[in-house]
């Protein structure tokens, strides 16, 4: 099991929900829906961002990533970020 050997090497967040035996896209879906509903209803600024980082670096170009967001017109700020995010980007595991 994935989930035993992960959390013997690190302890796991109880928000995680790679890796583990429950229904986390339910779950995740349902707080998403609830969060979008609240700032709506707040009148109130949302931005969600979905990380997928399995393999998702080798096989896409980071320029594309950063054209795509221009293209469809995503705030400047939050491609700046992004940018930011790929600058030397580097994995250890110890």
Avoid at 29 to 46: G, N, Y
Avoid at 54 to 71: G, I, R
């Amino acid at each position: 099991i994935p989930m035993a050997r992960l959390s013997k090497a690190r302890p796991i967040n109880p928000r995680q929900r790679g890796f583990i035996c429950a229904s986390g896209c339910a779950e995740n879906l349902k707080l998403l829906q609830l969060v979008v509903k609240t700032a709506k209803r707040e009148h109130k600024h949302l931005g969600v961002v979905f990380v997928d980082i399995a393999k998702a670096f080798d096989t896409v170009c980071h320029q594309h990533v950063l054209e795509s967001l221009v293209q469809r017109g995503v705030d400047s700020h939050v491609v700046k970020l992004v940018r930011e995010m790929q600058r030397d980007m580097k994995m250890y595991i110890s």
